[in-house]
Antibody, heavy 120, light 112 residues
Framework: QITLKESGPTLVKPTQTLTLTCTFS??????????VGWIRQPPGKALEWLAL???????RYSPSLKSRLTITKDTSKNQVVLTMTNMDPVDTATYYC????????????WGQGTLVTVSS | QSALTQPASVSGSPGQSITISCTGT?????????VSWYQQHPGKAPKLMIY???NRPSGVSNRFSGSKSGNTASLTISGLQAEDEADYYC????????????FGTGTKVTVL
């Protein structure tokens, strides 16, 4: 079955760079149509798309955060890494990774999420 | 790209039916059949309930159904149960964003 799990720091300081890793199993990111996305959710607020990487290394970013985000994949390790620069307290949120298919942003399997707090 | 618009809250009694709306534009909901709905219980990850407007993934109760008319998509929950109390988010493909996806503002469903 498909599983995904996020890992990374739970606390980062303002201006630091956040690096999150999504480790998955049950699918290959080299299979046509497959993608892995990152989504975040500030406490008590709505879901927000961050980035999406497809099997062919096509990378998509939220226009409002594009300058701060980088998404990469390591197919051999079954991992997707998201980096976000210049972290600010407003970036405090639960960060999720999720599986997509069919070349469109429908997310059928999600990780459990990881809460990242930005504070000095 | 603005978020899709959902009502902040919807409530109903056990056994009743409720409908949650999701309003977008011709660049997202109205232009494509890639509308999906997610259920999120407190402290849990979202769960896909409906994809491509009206399709249910395996294992999702047939009490959940989706539809679309123009720029508005809808999720209907029939035979409302206590376990349906959760937040619900719609999502759509969008041509207005290079990322290609946009979420709704979210709706809190309360079972009275």
């Amino acid at each position: 079955q498909i599983t995904l799990k996020e890992s990374g720091p739970t606390l980062v300081k303002p201006t630091q760079t956040l690096t999150l890793t999504c480790t998955f199993s049950g699918f290959s990111l080299s299979t046509s149509g497959v993608g892995v996305g990152w989504i975040r959710q500030p406490p008590g607020k709505a879901l927000e798309w961050l980035a999406l990487i497809y099997w062919d290394d096509d990378k998509r970013y939220s226009p409002s955060l594009k300058s701060r985000l980088t998404i990469t994949k390591d197919t051999s390790k079954n991992q997707v890494v998201l980096t976000m620069t210049n972290m600010d307290p407003v970036d405090t949120a639960t960060y999720y990774c999720a599986h997509s298919y069919g070349g469109n942003p429908t997310l059928d399997y999600w990780g459990q999420g990881t809460l990242v707090t930005v504070s000095s | 790209q603005s978020a899709l618009t959902q009502p902040a809250s919807v409530s109903g009694s056990p056994g009743q039916s409720i409908t949650i709306s999701c309003t977008g534009t011709s660049s997202d909901v109205g232009g494509y059949n890639y509308v999906s709905w997610y259920q999120q219980h407190p402290g849990k990850a979202p769960k896909l309930m409906i994809y491509e407007v009206s399709n249910r993934p395996s294992g999702v109760s047939n009490r959940f159904s989706g539809s679309k008319s123009g720029n508005t998509a809808s999720l209907t929950i029939s035979g409302l149960q206590a376990e349906d109390e959760a937040d619900y988010y719609c999502s759509s493909y969008t041509s207005s964003s290079t990322l290609g996806g946009v979420f709704g503002t979210g709706t809190k469903v309360t079972v009275l």
